[in-house]
C-alpha cells in the first residue's frame, strides 16, 4: 500500500515561530502537494513540486515556502507562524504525469496561538 | 474558475440514490473524484478522461460531459460506509495540478 505520512497529527506554535510541516511517501511518486483545508473552503493548493528541487506556487502560496531536497520529502514551511494559519493541512503525492491516482496523508491539525 | 459542486449536502436513507454534479466554466481535460470521510484523509473515486476513458477503484459510477463541461457521480443503493464529503478537482489542461470544488456532504442514515 501506498503510504503518505505526515510527521504530526496536532501541533500547537505560538505566533511569529518557525514550524515545518514534514511529509513523506514511499512509492518513488514524482509529484507532491500541500494543501490547506478550511471549512467551506475546500482544499486549497499551497505549493506543489514535481521533482527534487523543483516547487511551483499553488493558489495561496503567501506566507509558506517549501523543500524538496529528496524524492520521498516534501516539507512545508511557515517562516512566521501566524493565527489565520490556523488551519488542517494535507500533504498529497502521485506518480506523474497528470491523471493519476493522488494518495493523501492523514492531516496536521495546526493551531497557531 | 473553481469548479461548481451541487448539492452542497445530501441526507439519504440506506439504499436510495444520490446524484452530485461537478460544473466548470472552462474546458475539461479529466476530472477527479474524491471521498473524505470525517477526520480522515480524501481518498480517491474516480478518474475521467475526455474521450471517454474512466478509471476507477469502487463501484460508483461517473459521467462526464465535455461540451457541458459537467461531470456527475452516482452513487446507487447507498450504504452506510457512503457518508462523507465528495470533492470533484478539474484538470483544464494545466497538467499537475487540480482546481478542486467545495465539496458536497453526504450523509447516509439506516
Known amino acids: 500500500d501506498v503510504k503518505v505520512t505526515q510527521s504530526s497529527r496536532y501541533l500547537v506554535k505560538r505566533t511569529g515561530e518557525k514550524v515545518f510541516l514534514e511529509c513523506v511517501q514511499d512509492m518513488d511518486h514524482e509529484n507532491m502537494f500541500w494543501y490547506r483545508q478550511d471549512p467551506g473552503l475546500g482544499l486549497r493548493l499551497i505549493y506543489f513540486s514535481y521533482d527534487v528541487k523543483m516547487k511551483e506556487k499553488g493558489d495561496i502560496p503567501e506566507g509558506y515556502s517549501v523543500s524538496r531536497e529528496k524524492k520521498e520529502r516534501f516539507s512545508l514551511i511557515l517562516e512566521s507562524a501566524s493565527t489565520n494559519q490556523t488551519s488542517m493541512y494535507l500533504c498529497a503525492s502521485s506518480p506523474g504525469p497528470m491523471n493519476t491516482e493522488a494518495f493523501f496523508g492523514q492531516g496536521t491539525r495546526l493551531t497557531v496561538v | 474558475q473553481q469548479p461548481v459542486q451541487s448539492p452542497q449536502a445530501v441526507i439519504l436513507r440506506e439504499g436510495e440514490d444520490a446524484v452530485i454534479n461537478c460544473s466548470s466554466s472552462?474546458?475539461?481535460?479529466?476530472v477527479h473524484w474524491y471521498r473524505q470521510k470525517h477526520g480522515e484523509a480524501p481518498v480517491f473515486l474516480m478518474i475521467?478522461?475526455?474521450g471517454g476513458e474512466q478509471k476507477g477503484h469502487e463501484k460508483i459510477s461517473a459521467s462526464f460531459n465535455e461540451k457541458k463541461q459537467q461531470s456527475s457521480l452516482y452513487l446507487t443503493a447507498s450504504q452506510l460506509s457512503y457518508s462523507g464529503t465528495y470533492f470533484c478537482?478539474?484538470?483544464?489542461?494545466?497538467?499537475?495540478?487540480?482546481?478542486w470544488g467545495l465539496g458536497t456532504s453526504l450523509a447516509v442514515n439506516p
Open positions: 478537482g478539474l484538470n483544464a489542461g494545466n497538467n499537475r495540478k487540480l482546481i
Open positions: 475521467l478522461l475526455k
Open positions: 472552462k474546458a475539461l481535460y479529466s
